[in-house]
Every structure is written in C-alpha cells, then in structure tokens.
C-alpha cells in the first residue's frame, strides 16, 4: 500500500524558511516523479515543483524558482522541498503527489493516484 506522509508545515514570518518532507511507503521515491501541489482557499490549486526519477531533474513554477528547492534523499525514501524567503502568497496547504505514470511538471489537468494528507503553510506578513 502506496502512502505519501508529508511534514514541516507552520506558520512563519515573511522573509522566513520551511523544509517539508514527504516520507514515501509502498514505493521507491527515487523510481517515480514526485511532486508538490499547493492550494489557498478560493485559488486553483498549483503545481509548484517536482523531481524526476531518472537524471532527478527539477521543475519549479516561475513564482517560486530561486527561493524553493526541491531534492531527494533515497535512503529516506523522501523528497524534501525546502522553502526560502516565503511570502504571504506562499500560503496554502501543501501536498505531496505521485503515480506510476507521472512525469514532471505535474499538471493540474492530470488525475494521480498517490496523495499526501496535506500540510498547511501559512506565512505571515
């Protein structure tokens, strides 16, 4: 059984740094693009970044790259997104996602089957 557990969410300043993790069971992370959604209440949820399995690649949408940076530890079985110089925008509840077929970038239009719980982001400004 697939289970995706996501952690490190918070609240912080704006100006301010969050790692989230997301630990995969039931899958090899290094084998699958794994990726990171995010949705603020009244917003169309956003793909924000995402790893490829083969040559760990990375995508970021244009609103974060040079302040997010996401990595894989295979030993861990977990990716990390490691957010720097948040913004009030950044706000949103954050979730780890997967399937055997996903390629990066993540698509909103596209349905996956592995889903984390979720973990809320909230920046202060």
């Known amino acids: 059984q697939v289970q995706l557990v996501e952690s490190g969410g918070g609240l912080v300043q704006a100006g301010g740094s969050l790692r989230l993790s997301c630990a995969a069971s039931?899958?090899?992370?290094?084998?699958?693009?794994i990726g990171w959604f995010r949705q603020a209440p009244g917003k169309e949820r956003e793909a924000v970044s995402c790893?490829?399995?083969?040559?760990?690649?990375?995508y970021y949408t244009d609103s974060v790259k040079g302040r997010f940076t996401i990595s894989r530890d295979n030993a861990k079985n977990t990716v990390y997104l490691q957010m720097n110089s948040l913004k009030a925008e950044d706000t949103a509840v954050y979730y780890c996602?997967?399937?055997?077929?996903?390629?990066?970038?993540?698509?909103?239009?596209?349905?996956?089957?592995?889903w984390g719980q979720g973990t809320q982001v909230t920046v202060s400004s």
């Open positions: 039931g899958l090899l992370a290094e084998y699958y693009a």
């Open positions: 996602v997967t399937d055997r077929w996903a390629a990066c970038p993540l698509s909103i239009g596209t349905t996956y089957d592995y």
């Open positions: 790893i490829s399995p083969s040559d760990s690649s990375t």
